[in-house]
């Protein structure tokens, strides 16, 4: 390709940066706000967008902050862990939304932050953050702690090193996030009592493939005053299902 090589490894690159600087907490993005946290000049950054734009992986709104487009997503879902893991989990998170009626979500390990390959909103009134897509910090969910106490020590040093308050409850202290982790590693489950949004509480448990954990599967709700234990046992067994599942489509191809 004429012009290849470096000059085209900086295009990418610069493409890259433009459609990392989106994220959970920052869904839309004004033209300078976007170029900054892109670390691009706005000149530079507005011609990359309106490439985007023009092959839908960027959209415009009327007040001109720009969004991620459908291509992104529809791209996204071609990613095996994306299709293979979701759509095995599938059926399970379906039985345990109809038997709880509560937010029900599965994510995976992103670096340090858990991303949600799926979520089942629940009926009842209970604020959720979490959205199929989102990456959320892996210290302030049930999934994230999960997937936490089963990450590499690098992982878990750089996470219990940067601890951020996000709610009154969030957990700070790197030794007593160690001994969740220790928990939840000896007990097989993890909970979260409104650290990372008010009003919202959740248990979780590993899923796994060969004996590593593959993902996590959680349960959202208001409080664990009388459901902890039987929605601990159901998450279990959906999540030995999954694993099995998993199994099965490995064995046959």
Do not use: N
Request: net charge positive; proline share 5%; with cysteine.
């Amino acid at each position: 390709m004429a012009g290849g090589g470096p000059a085209g490894a900086s295009l990418v690159a610069r493409t890259m940066d433009v459609l990392g600087a989106f994220g959970d907490r920052h869904r839309r993005l004004a033209l300078t706000e976007l170029a900054r946290r892109a670390g691009l000049p706005p000149p530079t950054a507005l011609r990359i967008v309106r490439q985007l734009i023009a092959c839908g992986a960027l959209t415009r709104a009327a007040d001109g902050t720009y969004a991620v487009g459908r291509r992104m997503w529809d791209i996204g879902l071609l990613a095996p862990i994306e299709t293979d893991l979701k759509d095995v989990a599938a059926p399970f998170l379906h039985d345990l939304y109809a038997a709880t009626r509560a937010t029900v979500h599965i994510a995976v390990r992103d670096d340090d932050r858990a991303l949600y390959l799926d979520v089942l909103a629940g009926s009842v009134s209970v604020p959720v953050v979490s959205r199929a897509g989102s990456l959320l910090p892996l210290y302030t969910t049930g999934v994230g702690k999960v997937l936490l106490a089963d990450a590499p020590w690098d992982v878990v040093h750089r996470v219990l090193a940067s601890l951020t308050r996000i709610t009154p409850y969030t957990i700070t202290s790197p030794g007593l996030l160690q001994r969740q982790l220790e928990s939840c590693r000896h007990d097989g489950y993890a909970t979260t009592s409104e650290e990372m949004t008010l009003g919202a509480c959740s248990v979780a448990v590993p899923v796994r493939a060969e004996r590593r954990v593959v993902a996590a599967i959680g349960v959202v709700v208001p409080s664990f005053d009388r459901d902890s234990r039987r929605l601990t046992s159901g998450l279990q067994v959906a999540a030995q299902g999954i694993s099995r599942e998993l199994a099965r489509r490995q064995a046959y191809g």
